[in-house]
């Protein structure tokens, strides 16, 4: 039911965290893996060691998710390599932090380029390949439902544009049997959020478990939403955030 074997995927920022996790993730369940990166070029040739052990074939392609020009060869690089694309995973993300008091328009911008735009080129990119069974699963945030401190308005504004996208791209890609769902991981220990950092233990407050959760937790709801087993779910979002937005 979770069988992806003969599957092509495209995950977006796949060199670390999440992305590394959920690349690792679709390969171990049968999908071969192509992966972009920014400039972990070491992180990302260890990730295609990592999927390679598992007899999946894996590509790492190094491109910004700023760059309109990146995105559209990322895509067909990953159709020429692997053969077609069946599943694209839009991960890649940057954060923002500040108040919208203080806000720097260039780093506003450059965030909503890759949070936003990139998404929806690749998406734009990717459509032309997916057919009946295609799926789009894209990584937001909690804080697209919830913003419960200040300081992360402009992020949470960015997460909350997929919610639009995932729900609109359903109805645009239903009709082809190709489904579009987003996935909402709350405080998920990495690099960019270490759930041993200085604002950790105020994080595990607001769940309900407790805890962060591990990149292979939001990884394996990915896997579900790739997989046979969510077939008419579409248009649908999926928190992996240990209750944070209960
Ligand atoms: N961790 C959390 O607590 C948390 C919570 C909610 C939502 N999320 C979301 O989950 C996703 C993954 O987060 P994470 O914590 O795993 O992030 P991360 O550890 O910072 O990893 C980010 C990944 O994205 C890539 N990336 C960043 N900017 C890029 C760009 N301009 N072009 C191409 N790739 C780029 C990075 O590549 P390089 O290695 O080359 O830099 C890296 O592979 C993001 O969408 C994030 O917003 C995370």
Same mark, same amino acid.
């Not at 796949?14 to 965290?17: A, E, I, L, P, T």
């Given at each position: 039911m979770f069988d992806l074997h003969g599957k092509r995927a495209l995950v977006t920022g !796949?060199?670390? !965290?999440i992305g590394a996790a959920i690349a690792q993730a679709l390969a171990e369940h049968g999908a071969d893996v192509a992966f972009t990166y920014a400039r972990s070029e070491s992180r990302a040739a260890a990730v295609v060691k990592s999927i390679e052990a598992t007899g999946r074939r894996a590509v790492a392609l190094q491109a910004d998710s700023a760059d309109p020009q990146a995105i559209a060869r990322s895509v067909a690089d990953t159709v020429s390599a692997l053969g077609g694309l069946d599943i694209l995973v839009n991960n890649a993300a940057v954060g923002l932090d500040g108040l919208i008091a203080d806000l720097d328009l260039d780093a506003y911008q450059a965030m909503m380029d890759v949070n936003v735009r990139g998404p929806v080129l690749f998406s734009k990119a990717a459509i032309p390949h997916l057919g009946a069974g295609g799926r789009i699963v894209s990584i937001g945030s909690g804080l697209a439902e919830r913003v419960p401190f200040p300081g992360v308005t402009a992020y949470a504004m960015s997460k909350a544009a997929l919610l639009a996208l995932t729900r609109g791209l359903s109805r645009e890609l239903g009709p082809k049997g190709v489904t579009v769902n987003l996935v909402l991981p709350g405080s998920t220990d990495t690099e960019s959020n270490p759930a041993d950092g200085p604002a950790a233990d105020f994080q595990r407050g607001l769940t309900s478990l407790g805890r962060f959760g591990e990149p292979r937790e939001v990884a394996n709801a990915v896997v579900f939403l790739a997989s046979p087993a969510a077939s008419v779910i579409t248009g649908a979002v999926l928190a992996a955030d240990g209750g944070a937005i209960a």
């Open positions: !796949g060199s670390r !965290g």
